[in-house]
């Protein structure tokens, strides 16, 4: 395939929605779809029983490019050393009613897609990124988690409730870690007075949250996804999006949001979708693992051992820690949705180290969290069920199968940008680590750009997390076929 660089963002496009295709997904809307939104003239009206909480200083953090805002956060400093953490979810089934054609095509994706050049939202822009977005100065009603935390980090007390909120700044991951770690505040952060304070706060907490939770097991690990970097239309350029101070704030409250979620909805008796994620079957191969560091790991799994062996080797090599991190996300497998029965004991969260743990937080895009808003606004109400178990039983598999399509979708693109940028360098070789090794094949991922490839010859006796030369002897932009030898 030739191309012009002026093309990339076309051609990844094209192959995008192709893929979309290819894995039984929906890339575009239909006419029903389309009949629904002509209607729709604002966002949610009040409802009975809604607090109004728009005087509070709200915020929401997200990634630079985000337009879909799911979730607003604030502080409040109490007595005794305890602060008040309010989460507000945006309440998308305000607008997106179960049964509607807009529900259906949410139902059949289960989730939005991000891919290098295209984004297919599993609701139509003019909701999630519009109407059920939590926009700056645009009041929004949403589903509230509230929850107090002692100085040490404990939950307190919590409450779940509905309420109408207003964001009053848009805040990107990076400007906010970098001002924490001592650079200028972003402008929108500036303009809200009182907002540097509470995000302090935020901070704070969070910090205090992820260390008791990685001392209870949770795993400290280092996401390799690549991200594209467009020159205009051009591809330019693969790089990681590593973590920092404000996603932790985000992803620990997001946690804790969603543990008080699931709890309160066994506590009324009520199912619930739980994301698990149940012990590593490849065990002895961490533990194999280990051994090559000088560690050693005890039998039967246990996070709490292998979060200690991480913590260690992070701070022993932390410019390779990616790299092991990736070996052991290979071999501790894929999280699931599964159904948690009223009086039943959950498998938990192997890698968060969490037993309540349901995905809650993101409803304009994944419908897992669409279920959960729906089943928390029931048990809220006092009504029926909105979901039957069986049929509950059902869309945990569906999502599972969905978000392992998705996921394939958007790794599948990836490679395909990934060739764009290796096509001129076959024959050249590469520092890689292996990350996955079956009988079906051998994959190795470069260091840069961060991105998998299949290594064609010279796999024998390799497995997950050992480290080799290669050499980039094809690619595939169609395809997405990057293949190496052993060099």
């Not at 290819?22 to 009040?46: C, I, Q, W």
């Not at 619930?272 to 560690?295: F, I, K, N, Q, T």
């Not at 932390?318 to 009086?343: H, N």
């Not at 997390?465 to 293949?483: A, P, Q, S």
């Amino acid at each position: 395939m030739t191309h012009r660089a002026q093309d990339d963002r076309h051609t990844l496009s094209a192959i995008a929605h192709r893929v979309m295709l290819e894995r039984g997904m929906e890339p575009d809307f239909s006419p029903a779809v389309e009949r629904e939104l002509a209607v729709m003239k604002g966002p949610a009206e009040d409802a009975n029983g809604v607090r109004d909480l728009r005087g509070l200083l709200w915020a929401s953090i997200d990634n630079d490019d985000s337009r879909d805002l799911d979730q607003l956060t604030v502080a409040e400093a109490l007595a005794g050393g305890k602060v008040r953490i309010l989460v507000a979810i945006a309440d998308v089934d305000a607008l997106v009613r179960k049964d509607t054609a807009i529900d259906a095509h949410a139902a059949r994706n289960t989730t939005s897609v991000y891919t290098p050049a295209a984004i297919f939202p599993m609701l139509p822009t003019m909701l999630s990124t519009g109407l059920t977005s939590l926009n700056q100065d645009e009041d929004r009603l949403s589903l509230v988690a509230d929850m107090v935390f002692t100085d040490d980090g404990l939950l307190a007390a919590s409450e779940l409730y509905r309420a109408r909120v207003k964001n009053r700044a848009k805040l990107a991951y990076r400007g906010v870690a970098a001002w924490l770690e001592g650079g200028p505040a972003p402008d929108a952060l500036a303009a809200v007075f009182g907002l540097d304070a509470n995000l302090r706060i935020q901070d704070a907490v969070a910090q205090k949250l992820a260390a008791l939770r990685h001392k209870h097991g949770a795993l400290s690990l280092e996401s390799v996804e690549a991200k594209p970097v467009f020159d205009g239309d051009a591809l330019a350029d693969l790089v990681r999006d590593p973590k920092n101070r404000a996603k932790q704030i985000i992803e620990d409250f997001m946690i804790a949001a969603k543990g008080v979620t699931a709890a309160f909805l066994e506590a009324k008796g009520f199912p619930s979708l739980r994301r698990v994620l149940r012990s590593p079957e490849r065990w002895d191969r961490l533990a194999e693992l280990a051994l090559r560091y000088g560690d050693t790991l005890p039998v039967q799994p246990e996070a709490t051992a292998l979060e200690a062996f991480l913590t260690k080797r992070r701070e022993a090599e932390p410019e390779r820690f990616a790299d092991l991190s990736l070996a052991v996300v290979k071999l501790i497998g894929r999280g699931e949705y599964a159904v948690d029965r009223p009086g039943a004991d959950p498998p938990g969260h192997f890698g968060l180290a969490v037993r309540d743990y349901t995905h809650s937080t993101a409803p304009n895009r994944r419908f897992p969290d669409l279920i959960t808003q729906r089943l928390l606004k029931a048990a809220l109400a006092k009504a029926p069920l909105p979901y039957a178990l069986g049929e509950l039983d059902g869309l945990a598999a569906h999502c599972t199968r969905r978000e392992d399509d998705a996921t394939k979708v958007e790794r599948r693109v990836t490679k395909s940008a990934a060739a764009l940028l290796l096509s001129g360098k076959v024959g050249e070789t590469f520092d890689a680590v292996v990350t996955g090794a079956s009988p079906k094949g051998t994959w190795v991922r470069l260091m840069h750009p961060p991105i998998e490839g299949r290594l064609e010859h010279g796999a024998a006796g390799l497995d997950v997390g050992d480290r080799l030369r290669v050499k980039l002897i094809h690619t595939d932009v169609d395809e997405g076929f990057i293949d190496f030898s052993r060099s």
